[in-house]
């Protein structure tokens, strides 16, 4: 089902990138970036996250000049076993805190929730915050990176960084205009070096019924972005909507593809983690948005949302996709 709202809008957002980030193309786009190294000033990279995700809603509180008591709620996720980044960090804040989880999908599930509590008038204002860390998920999810483990080209690559935006009920040049929540979708796959086959199918399902649901057709968007599917998850999601009848490769592109630069960098099909849709979608779509440079944006964050355990019991991933449809208010 597609939910449709009236007055929802962007208030501002913040973002906070790190090493790998800094070499693609959108590094200008970002407010911070720490390039250092990977520990952002803490002694584990678990503790890095935690600090950068915290430091990064802070610095949209102080820009938005609201204080905690201002807010409504956090909406705000991680990768982390028991959002455990976003617990930690959410410490030091007096406002009201709603943890999720969609893996890389987090922040469109934060956005969809938000938009809904603020149309139905149960809240004005609403931080929706995510965080993902490339050496911490490599930990949880797959192998340590001092491992050495080796890796096929399929694999995506964790993006490191933070992102928070501030929505609300007041009219701002950016809305909100509408949210298609995602349906599990599972298709076998078991090879967690191959995300982008296995997350293709939920944003065929939920971009699918977005466009029924709104009656309209791909072109009605200046720009259709999937979270982190990478190069190989791309073709794949374009070869399914083709054999659905819809045509999206004229204006279709992957934050994944869009943050880093595989021809200079060894980021293998592509950035992944829910930093990478927030970082694309708060660094760089929203300024170019304002610039006037895109009118109507779907962003579709896409999420595999499996635990290491049951693909050790050898049970296939099943994926998610939520679609966040933003507007220039004329």
């Known amino acids: 089902m597609t939910r449709k709202f009236n007055n929802v809008y962007v208030d501002e957002c913040y973002t906070i990138a790190s090493i790998y ?37 802070d ?35 007096n406002i009201p805190l709603l943890g999720i989880y969609s893996a890389c999908a987090t922040f469109g599930e934060g956005l969809a929730i938000a938009a809904n509590f603020i149309e139905g008038k149960m809240a004005k204002k609403i931080v929706v915050g995510t965080s993902s860390h490339n050496m911490v998920a490599e930990r949880q999810f797959r192998n340590p990176t001092e491992y050495g483990a ?36 599972d298709k076998g796959i078991s090879d967690v070096n191959n995300m982008g086959a296995v997350m293709a199918i939920a944003a065929a399902d939920t971009i699918k019924r977005h466009f029924e649901d709104m009656k309209v057709k791909p072109d009605y968007y200046d720009l259709i972005l999937t979270g982190d599917l990478g190069v190989y998850g791309k073709e794949i999601l374009i070869d399914y909507l083709k054999d659905m009848g819809l ?11 869009l943050l880093y630069d595989r021809n200079k960098q060894p980021v293998f099909a592509g950035a992944s983690g829910p930093a990478c849709s927030a970082l694309v979608l708060c660094g760089y779509i929203l300024k ?14 896409t999420g595999a949302i499996f635990s290491p355990t049951r693909v050790f019991q050898k049970d296939s991933i099943p994926s998610i996709a939520h679609a966040i449809s933003l507007e220039v208010v004329e």
């Open 59 to 93: 610095k949209l509180i102080n820009r938005a000049k609201v204080i905690d008591s201002d807010i409504d709620y956090i909406i705000s996720g991680d990768l982390e076993n028991q959002l455990a980044a976003t617990d930690y960090a959410m410490r030091d804040f």
């Open 288 to 301: 170019e948005m304002e610039r006037g440079k895109y009118r109507r944006v779907l962003i579709v964050p």
């Open 150 to 185: 080796p890796k096929k080209k399929t694999t995506t690559f964790t993006s490191t960084g933070a992102g928070a935006i501030l929505i609300s009920n007041k009219k701002s040049r950016i809305k909100i205009a509408s949210a298609t929540v995602g349906m599990v979708q």
């Open 21 to 57: 980030e800094k070499d693609g193309p959108l590094a200008d786009y970002f407010d911070m970036i720490y390039d250092k190294d990977f520990y952002y000033g803490c002694d584990t990279f678990e503790k890095a996250e935690e600090k950068m995700l915290g430091d990064c809603i």
């Open 247 to 257: 045509d999206i490769s004229k204006n279709y592109n992957d934050c994944g593809l």
